[in-house]
């Protein structure tokens, strides 16, 4: 099953990483604590199924495995204008939700017919799953200055994913270190020149709500994800 799993990389996902699915015990603290905050600004969706949030097997019934993906979202393209609001680089191209949601559920396929009867369920920032709290648990990486997680290897320019399985498997250790040090060039690179201390109330209470013609005509930096329907003529 490891070897299996291990094995399906290919298709298309950097790094692979193996949690046992259990309460988050910390997590669920520091949740509750950053709710109670109201840092989760206009998201309210953050303050519901707080309790499927922190445990998995809630989620997913039978759930004893969370398997941990890291899927590279780099790209070449690069925007023209340079007076335009900066779109980030993860929204070039067709809906990352999409895309990944068809290779999870290709990765799935292919464990089922590998290993037999299997039961689970596929996410990609879509539901309830602390995803940067597995990921670290799988030992993919660590959380940097920025709130992302950051692999030793390839950076941050990634995707998370996860698998929720109802069998077990060899897991890996968590990723304990904090590569970061007095490394601040994140900070530095920001288009918005965040401010670490007020950095997760900030990012929290700046969504963004209206037409793209609304969001665009305000004075904005940069936008972080901008879903854009057109009118056909």
Known sequence: RQMCIRDRIKEGFSFCGL????????EARRLEKWLNKSYNGEMGYMARNF????????????????ISLLYNYYTEARQIDSKAPK???????EDYHFVIKRKLKELFKGIQNKIGQVEGRVFVDSAPVLDKAWATRS????IGKHTNLINDKIGSWFFLAEILVDFELEYNKPFSKDLCGTCTRCIEACPTAIDIPN??????????KGSAKDILSQNIMAVSYTHLTLPTK
């Open 19 to 26: 949690s046992r699915a259990v309460f988050l015990d910390e």
């Open 51 to 66: 309790d499927k949030r922190v445990d998995p097997r809630l989620l997913v019934p039978g759930a004893k495995s969370v």
């Open 87 to 93: 779109i980030s680089s993860y929204a070039h191209g």
């Open 139 to 142: 030992g993919l990486g660590w």
């Open 199 to 208: 950095f997760i109330r900030k990012i929290s209470t700046g969504n963004l």
